[in-house]
Structure formats: structure tokens, C-alpha cells
């Protein structure tokens, strides 16, 4: 079948790799060495909430697994819902390792197909705000940097993805950038 799915143009759709996460860190010395940036300690997981007691019990277990992290769930004006969870900004590996156990649980109970993307929160001396963003359908990632008055820093964006493509699989395709306006802890 998989050459019919190339003579008629179709690709399967990447498998998401939750582990490239743990490359975080790595990034993250990087990013700052380069920009400047440093965590924030905030991190969160976008998904499309399911309705019913499992997908309420599952949340409960999600916030009983990462125990003494500060965990809160949001919903931004587009309907989507965020679970944000909260470290100290000097301990970027157990926020991944939090990121990482949110994803796997919502995949292991059979909502993979609700999760859009997680993001690590950064921001430099200035002011300015910046997230790495993972597209958990695409397997990579790419950076948002919000301004004022819903805009974008593009440049900032631009400079960041060359600055961690060495530690971080990018997005190549550059209109699966999506802003994430609301998105909590930016």
C-alpha cells in the first residue's frame, strides 16, 4: 500500500516522538547562551478536551502523578484546554520530565489524538516572552514570540530556530508556526 500512498501523493502522518522533549535542556543552554532567553519554569500541554468520567479520572491521575508540582487546567478562548504546570526556572529537566508524563498519560488512555502541542516558556532580561513549542502531530518544533497588540516578533522566531536547530528537530514548513495567542504563561 505504500507505494499506491506515494504514487497518489498521500504521507503518513509522523509518528509523535514525546522523547525528543527531553532535548529541552540542551536547547535551552543553547538559547541562552545565543539570546539570552532563560526558562521561565512555566510549562503547559494544549489538548482538545474529551467529555465523560474517563477523561476526568485520567486528569486527577495526571495531577496525582506529578505529585508536588504545581499543576492548574485553563482554557483559552479558541475552547482548547491547557494543563500548566509550574517548577522552579533552574530545574528545566523535571518540567520536561512533568511535560513528558502529561503527554504520555493522555496518549496511554487513547486521547494521542487530542493532544496539539506542549510548550516551555522562556523570557530574557527585557521583558520579552518566548516558548518553544512541540507539535505532537508533526514531531518537531518551532519558537513563538508574542509582542503587544497580537503580533509576532518574526525576527526574534527566526533567530531562535537557528540558534537550537542543533538540539531541536525544527518545523521546516514555516506556516504550521501557530500562534498560540492566550496560551498561558506567555
Known amino acids: 500500500m505504500r507505494w499506491l500512498d506515494a ?4 504521507s503518513r502522518p509522523v509518528k509523535p516522538d514525546l522523547d525528543a522533549l527531553f532535548a529541552l535542556p540542551s536547547a535551552a543552554v543553547t538559547l541562552q547562551a545565543a539570546t539570552g532567553f532563560t526558562p521561565t519554569g512555566t510549562g503547559s500541554v ?20 506529578l505529585g508536588e508540582s504545581e499543576v492548574e487546567q485553563t482554557q483559552d478562548s479558541y475552547g482548547y ?9 533552574d530545574d528545566l529537566s523535571t518540567l520536561v520530565t512533568d511535560l513528558h508524563g502529561i503527554n504520555s498519560s493522555l496518549e496511554g488512555a487513547g486521547f494521542g489524538p487530542s493532544l496539539l502541542c506542549s510548550m516551555a ?12 513549542v512541540y ?5 518537531t518544533f518551532y519558537p513563538f514570540a508574542p509582542l503587544t497588540g497580537r503580533r509576532r516578533d518574526n525576527a526574534l522566531e527566526l533567530e531562535v530556530r537557528a540558534a537550537v536547530s542543533g ?5 521546516p514548513d514555516l506556516s504550521r508556526w501557530f500562534p498560540l495567542w492566550g496560551a498561558p504563561g506567555l
Open 167 to 171: 538540539d531541536l528537530k525544527m518545523e
Open 135 to 139: 507539535l505532537y502531530k508533526q514531531g
Open 46 to 65: 494544549c489538548f482538545r478536551a474529551a467529555e465523560g468520567g474517563a477523561f476526568a479520572t485520567l486528569q486527577q491521575d495526571i495531577r496525582a502523578l
Open 121 to 132: 516558556d522562556f523570557a530574557d532580561g527585557p521583558g520579552r516572552r518566548l516558548a518553544l
Open 7 to 10: 504514487l497518489l501523493g498521500r
Open 81 to 89: 484546554t491547557w494543563l500548566v504546570a509550574r517548577r522552579s526556572p
